[in-house]
């Protein structure tokens, strides 16, 4: 291969890892203007507005508290999620397009997203309904767009492209949230109402995914899968890669760790914000302001942590992220009502540990990953995310439900980190790359 060519091959694969970032700078601020800071507060309060003298409402005619009904919400759209993935993720691997996949997928949410506009009034089920189509959506697009990582970075820079792309998703939240502050604080000098500014963030998070989308579908590139490599349709495609990560334990017990503190960390980001307006009493701008401080302490987080890896090893640096989260959730519980200085400390502490413990986590993954199947592992890393991130939302419900305490549902998160942590510490992580048939780094 002439130097030509290899220039010409780096030139277009950092090219093509730019475009890659974009995704996570389009579809970030869902996660963040909608999941995190607006939906959860707002749709809240609408299905409020709509319960009866109990403070149930009555979808389908089950009886469900309306301060549950966003986290249960949550949970059926994971579990809608589980349901697509692996029929997506099976046709994208015997096409080889992904492409046309990721933009069903986006623009499905992105359009979701943008109809949280019209939920008003006591539309609850209306903002049920959207929520749980744009998260599956989001679901789906995330589990395609981190298949492209073994494609377009090798083993050695995998980890700093890992990190890149969550920083750039934590640097367009950020971003957002300024004009959202902005919008929401001064809603009456705009001659908005609270809600209709609520309403406009919610659906400019929409149109900010469907517009940005379009720089990685430009950019990456679909690579067409041999048919003697097509996957089973489906389910079978889910269960004959689980056969397989059989045949490979050890990185099977790393999926299962990183399965359980994950989860938890999921939790904790669509939950936190109404913890803080319900339990708390802290109002809509005290909320963007500190999601806005977790959003921009995460990119120095991620990219920090990543030099932290560089002396410690990854897995050190996951382990000691565990620990701050527990620690976190614990202090937490014992937040006092109505001191946001507090409420910010605690934002401060989330976002320094967010970024770092995720990117580490999928960049760490990818070296447990036998050679020649990154793309269907990958896949089965994204379902085990989604997969089980029901688990918390309905966990945080159910203890609300009983108890009518966001402190005991706050608190009761800590269970997923402590399980992590002991479940990551047990897993030989080099030992576990050798027997993938990957070189062992010098620190990992």
Not at 32 to 53: H, I, M, W
Not at 157 to 169: C, H, I, L, P, T
Not at 413 to 419: G, Q
């Amino acid at each position: 291969m002439g130097a030509d060519t290899m220039v010409a091959e780096a030139t277009e694969r950092r090219r093509e890892q730019r475009g890659w970032y974009f995704y996570d700078w389009a579809c970030s601020v869902y996660s963040t203007s909608v999941l995190t800071v607006f939906l959860g507060p707002y749709l809240t309060s609408v299905a409020e507005d709509a319960a009866d003298a109990d403070g149930y409402v009555h979808p389908l005619g089950i009886p469900v508290r309306a301060g549950s009904f966003f986290a249960y919400s949550v949970s059926l759209s994971v579990i809608a999620a589980v349901l697509v993935m692996p029929l997506v993720g099976a046709a994208a691997d015997r096409s080889g397009r992904k492409k046309p996949l990721l933009a069903a997928a986006a623009y499905t949410g992105a359009m979701a997203t943008t109809g949280l506009f019209f939920l008003d009034g006591h539309r609850y089920l209306l903002g049920g309904a959207l929520l749980i189509v744009a998260n599956a959506a989001m679901s789906v697009g995330m589990m395609l767009y981190n298949s492209y990582l073994p494609q377009i970075a090798g083993p050695e820079e995998r980890d700093a492209v890992s990190s890149r792309g969550w920083a750039f998703g934590y640097a367009a939240g950020s971003l957002v949230l300024v004009v959202n502050l902005v919008l929401y604080t001064a809603h009456d000098s705009f001659g908005l109402s609270e809600g209709m500014a609520v309403r406009i963030c919610l659906a400019s998070a929409g149109l900010w995914w469907g517009a940005f989308t379009l720089v990685p579908l430009r950019r990456l590139h679909d690579r067409r899968t041999p048919q003697k490599e097509a996957t089973a349709p489906g389910f079978r495609q889910l269960a004959a890669t689980i056969r397989d990560m059989r045949r490979h334990p050890l990185t099977l017990s790393f999926l299962l760790a990183y399965l359980v503190y994950n989860d938890g960390i999921q939790t904790v980001i669509s939950q936190a914000s109404v913890y803080g307006s319900e339990e708390l009493g802290l109002g809509q701008s005290t909320l963007i302001g500190a999601v806005l401080l977790v959003q921009v302490l995460a990119v120095a987080g991620a990219l920090g942590m990543g030099r932290l890896a560089r002396v410690y090893g990854a897995k050190r640096t996951i382990l000691g992220s565990l620990v701050a989260w527990t620690l976190t959730l614990a202090a937490g519980y014992f937040l006092p009502a109505g001191a946001p200085v507090w409420f910010f400390v605690l934002a401060a502490g989330i976002g320094l540990v967010l970024g770092g413990s995720q990117a580490l986590s999928r960049s760490l993954f990818s070296h447990l990953v036998p050679p020649g199947k990154e793309a269907e592992y990958f896949s089965a890393y994204e379902m085990s995310d989604r997969g089980m991130s029901w688990l918390g939302p309905l966990l945080f419900g159910i203890t609300y439900q009983l108890t009518g305490s966001y402190r005991d549902a706050i608190i009761s998160l800590v269970a997923f980190f402590v399980l992590g942590f002991v479940l990551l510490a047990r897993v030989p992580v080099r030992r576990a790359i050798g027997d993938a048939g990957n070189p062992v780094p010098q620190k990992i």
